[in-house]
Structures are given as C-alpha cells and as structure tokens.
Nanobody, 121 residues
C-alpha cells in the first residue's frame, strides 16, 4: 500500500511563508503529474498547482505569483513554497500523485492525508 505523507503545515501570520513537502512511502516506477490541492471549511476541494514530469507548471489564479511548486524526480517528492500568505489560504492541503508504483501497476491518483495550514494573526 503506497502512502503519501505531507509535512510543513502550521500556523503563520498574514504575509508569512510556509513550505509544504510530500513524499511517497515507496518509489514510483511511473510518476506523471504531481499536484497540491486544498479544501477550506465548507468549500469544495480545489486544485492549487500541478507540475508535470517534464517540469511544466500550472497554478490557480488566486495563488499565482505567491506559490511555487517544485518536484524532485529522483526522490519522488513535491514541494509547495507559499509566500505572502493570506487568511483566505487557510485550508487543509493535500498532495496527489498520478502514476503507478510498479511496472505493471495501472496508472491512478494517490492522495495524502492532508496537512493543515492556518493563516491568522
């Protein structure tokens, strides 16, 4: 059973920064898109940013210019650097991998358990 584990969440003041990291419990044979999502209380989960296997990135409009996604293909990790945080960024953040851990594995999404980010003074 492959698990994704997020780290780096916490409480930060408005204008502050946090860096989230996500790692898999085992190395993937095929790893395509890696992404970060978030879900605020009472709202649907939304895509924050994703990065392809070749490094192409895409961001939600509300985080463009403030968040940066990066990946380490050798380590199968994905990070999210979050700067200029706002109270509206408060949410549980989830990472996702699309791929397969073994050569014979069907490609599918794998999800982390989430890490809380709270932006408050």
């Amino acid at each position: 059973q492959v698990q994704l584990v997020e780290s780096g969440g916490g409480l930060v003041q408005p204008g502050g920064s946090l860096r989230l990291s996500c790692a898999a419990s085992k190395k993937f044979f095929t790893l395509n898109v890696m992404a970060w999502h978030r879900q605020a209380p009472g709202k649907a989960r939304e895509l924050v940013a994703h990065i392809t296997s070749k490094g192409g990135t895409n961001y939600a409009d509300v985080v463009k210019g403030r968040f940066t996604i990066s990946r380490d293909n050798a380590k199968n990790t994905v990070d999210l650097q979050m700067n200029s945080l706002e109270p509206e960024d408060t949410a549980v953040y989830y990472c996702s991998f699309y791929g397969g851990p073994n050569l014979s594995s069907p490609l599918r999404y794998y999800w982390g358990q989430g890490t809380q980010v709270t932006v408050s003074s």
